[in-house]
T-cell receptor
Framework: AQSVTQPDIHITVSEGASLELRCNYS??????LFWYVQSPGQGLQLLLK??????LVQGIKGFEAEFKRSQSSFNLRKPSVHWSDAAEYFC????????FGAGTILRVKS | NAGVTQTPKFQVLKTGQSMTLQCAQD?????MYWYRQDPGMGLRLIYY???????DKGEVPNGYNVSRLNKREFSLRLESAAPSQTSVYFC??????????????FGPGTRLTVL
């Protein structure tokens, strides 16, 4: 069975600073990997996804993620964070089910 | 397009009461899902419907039942609510089911409190 670990429960960054959210997965086969974002009081929205090909994936809102098979990681990055990026971010892996990590809450300091 | 809609947005129940959460999608998707979200636990799959006429258990199905009423609608029923079912419930839909690499589209959620 697949599993996802997001080691950071909360992260605070200053507006304009760079961001990296960590995600480690466990899955026996080649995984489908996703990052979703949840703004307060809202449902989840897909930021980006990866299955094969270029290991650096571009998403919406200026986010990107890099798949590293050797580290079983799929970390999310953004070069310059905006106040509107404050939200909860979920990494997910799909095998026979879609399994979500526990989430990382991002706070942005002005 | 409204996407995925859920009713109600908020609900308070007493222990032992029953209720049905409604979900509808207008994207002509084949697959629909019910998740619950609890602090520090991410989203956990309760039930899903890969296609009209089929339903399957997810990770946490106990205490719940579902009905895929037609292609658009997928309801979740709590027959006898318990405080442990206090949670935020999300419905989602996608073109096809698990293993198809499809994006899931989520509704805005139902916040349920069981006293």
């Amino acid at each position: 069975a697949q599993s996802v670990t997001q080691p950071d429960i909360h992260i605070t960054v200053s507006e304009g600073a760079s961001l990296e959210l960590r995600c480690n997965y466990s899955y026996g086969a080649t995984p489908y990997l996703f990052w979703y974002v949840q703004s307060p009081g809202q449902g989840l929205q897909l930021l980006l996804k990866y299955f094969s090909g270029d290991t650096l994936v571009q998403g919406i809102k200026g986010f990107e993620a890099e798949f590293k098979r050797s580290q079983s990681s799929f970390n999310l990055r953004k070069p310059s964070v905006h106040w509107s990026d404050a939200a909860e971010y979920f990494c997910a892996v799909e095998g026979n089910k879609l399994v979500f990590g526990a989430g990382t809450i991002l706070r942005v300091k002005s | 397009n409204a996407g995925v809609t859920q009713t109600p947005k908020f609900q308070v129940l007493k222990t032992g009461q029953s209720m049905t959460l409604q979900c509808a999608q207008d994207m002509n998707h084949n697959s629909m899902y019910w998740y619950r979200q609890d602090p520090g636990m991410g989203l956990r799959l309760i039930y899903y419907s890969a296609s009209e006429g089929t339903t399957d258990k997810g990770e946490v199905p106990n205490g719940y039942n579902v009905s895929r009423l037609n292609k658009r609608e997928f309801s979740l029923r709590l027959e006898s609510a318990a405080p442990s079912q206090t949670s935020v419930y999300f419905c989602a839909s996608s073109d096809d089911g698990f293993g198809s690499y499809n994006e899931q589209f989520f509704g805005p959620g139902t916040r349920l409190t069981v006293l």
